[in-house]
Nanobody, 119 residues
Framework: VQLVVESGGGLVQPGGSLRLSCAAS????????MGWYRQAPGKERDLVAL???????NYADSVKGRFTISRDNAKNTVFLQMNNLKPEDTGLYYC?????????????WGQGTQVTVSS
């Protein structure tokens, strides 16, 4: 059973937009933060955007002003609105759901959704 499921990836031309969604199982509780990470071919997985339970956000410099992360706490869902996409945004986007239980951090990952920006 997948605890974290992403959707919304696809092929888009430069300058276009996509909206990614991530749904976390209701069995995941004490969620501290939810976020999106990107892994380009041959590169490491890097943070794109993160949002805490309190609504605080953090973005990679490369996406500031173009991407917006939001979340619906009641539904354990997080969204990533991506505008003005560039070819360098291409990669496999993973959703991360971070739990904090008795002081320990648990990271739950989805299987990823592919985003390709190309003309």
């Amino acid at each position: 059973v997948q605890l974290v499921v992403e959707s919304g990836g696809g092929l888009v031309q430069p300058g276009g937009s996509l909206r990614l969604s991530c749904a976390a199982s209701r069995s995941l509780f004490s969620i501290n933060a939810m976020g999106w990470y990107r892994q380009a071919p041959g590169k490491e997985r890097d943070l794109v955007a993160l949002i805490t339970a309190g609504g605080g956000t953090n973005y990679a410099d490369s996406v500031k002003g173009r991407f917006t992360i939001s979340r619906d706490n009641a539904k354990n869902t997080v969204f990533l609105q991506m505008n003005n996409l560039k070819p360098e945004d291409t990669g496999l986007y993973y959703c991360n759901v971070r739990q904090v239980l008795a002081g320990d951090i648990y990271n739950n990952w989805g299987q990823g959704t592919q985003v390709t920006v190309s003309s």
